[in-house]
């Protein structure tokens, strides 16, 4: 009997050292989990307000008064690496309205003398692209060019071969 009581004293004494190991494992994860989430937090307060590109709200919220400018889908892009380049505050907004749809750039007001400067840069950029002619257009230029010249060069060799067979009659007679 005495082995027996022994032997329950001991079996409690290491399920109750199982539990308790499970325990300190379970908080030291909760520490460390809560450790990192305390320094991801310092780390984005850290990171200072947002720029570029925002919700409209987060725009708004800022509490800037902004402007607005409308745009095309076609042009978004160009505008959003000069946007981006400067640093400009923006948000962009669907108008369904209209068909095709338009886009609604918002951006803050203070940054009006820069934008002025992007949209400056991006007429140019937009000016260069319609005075350059695709490689492609110029090649299909050529390749009719070359075309026009064999047909002409085809229609001559004809001529001179029909003017030969007529020398040759002449001759023969």
Sequence with gaps: MQEEVEKKTVNLAITTTKVSARTILRAL???IAHHDAK???????QQGPVTGKQKVSDLIK???STDTID????????????AKKLGIDYAVKKDKTQDPPRY???FKAKDDAVLKEALAEYAAKEQAKADKQSAK???????????AEKKEQTKQKKK??????EQNRGKSR
């Design 29 to 31: 994860r909760w520490y």
């Design 39 to 45: 320094k991801m937090q310092k780390a984005a307060k």
């Design 62 to 64: 800022s509490g800037a």
């Design 71 to 82: 745009m095309a889908k076609t042009s978004l892009k160009d505008f959003e690496k000069i």
């Design 104 to 106: 609604v750039i918002f």
């Design 137 to 147: 257009e110029e090649l299909r230029q050529e390749k009719q060019k070359v075309k």
């Design 160 to 165: 001179q071969k029909v003017r030969k067979k």
